[in-house]
């Protein structure tokens, strides 16, 4: 099949090296020369923009940041929407708002192409594992002739209506737990660093104990390595808990979990941390406290 993947960040990147490794024609779109050199390497091809992509692709997957982006990636200026045959399918696996998700749907269908609301969870590991957890919802055309994208990048697939906009709630459900265990994750461990414990220590008891979760095991030892390389970022956590604060206010419906979540993201990239690894929202408690993270000398 052939396939382009428009995003080669830490979830693109994966997909698109899992679509090689299945056998399918992939070309990856990314600005970032590195990432295109790892495709080609991996024996994928890469271009720096949309409008470059070959004509004769049967499924687009974009991974970029938000709504805005994967608008402009297929019907900006450069954009690849135009250059499709028709009956391609256009994997949507950014997180956006469900109305957005709604809105490209349409514009998508307008141009005689096929979407399919396909947010993704499962992290950068499950991304170069082949092992994501894809949340889609579209019609039963869109989902057959994506089949052998999902195969090669997933290993479930929740089939969760006809219509967009429904993965996109599932995952807004998501973000929002995930973004508040990973600010609890960092609370907790600051807490335990103030008090005297020793984090190693700390983080195997609680992994081994009814206060852990999947992200306390996944992002705690990123701080202990003292590695805030993004996997993901904070901001992408400030742009997702923002996206679940809009749909609730339109819903009428109170997030005060999530609000504080949100506030703490937002902190921690006023203080210039918003591209680095999503748990060292920790520098928060770091700076209100003055506490020592391990591999940090203040």
Sequence with gaps: ?????????????????????????????????????????AGGEAVASPD???????????FVVNAAQTEDVLFGAAGCA???????????????????????????????????????????????GGTMTVMASGSEAAFAKAGPVLEAIASKVWRLG??????????????????VHIATAAEALAL?????ADPKTLFEVISTSAGSSWMWQNRVPHILAGDDTPLSAVNIFVKDLGI????????????PMASAAHQLFLSAAAAGHGGRDDAFVIRVWQALTGIKLPGEDT
């Design 1 to 41: 099949m052939k396939v382009a993947v428009i995003g080669l960040g830490s979830m693109g990147l994966g997909a698109a090296l899992n679509l090689v490794k299945h056998g399918h024609a992939v070309t990856g779109c990314e600005l970032r020369e590195v990432a295109r050199a790892e495709l080609l390497a």
């Design 162 to 179: 006809d219509q967009a906009g429904i993965g996109s709630t599932v995952k807004m459900v998501n973000q929002l737990l995930a973004g």
């Design 192 to 196: 335990g660093i103030r008090a005297g």
């Design 82 to 128: 135009a250059r499709l045959p028709p009956g391609a399918v256009v994997l949507v696996c950014t997180t956006v708002a469900p109305e957005a998700a709604r809105a490209l749907d349409a514009r998508i269908a307008a141009a005689g192409l096929l979407m399919l609301d396909a947010p993704v969870s499962g992290g950068a590991v499950g991304a170069r």
């Design 244 to 255: 679940v604060l809009d749909q609730a206010r339109a819903l009428t419906f109170p997030l």
């Design 52 to 62: 470059a992509l070959p004509a004769d692709l049967e499924a687009v997957v974009v």
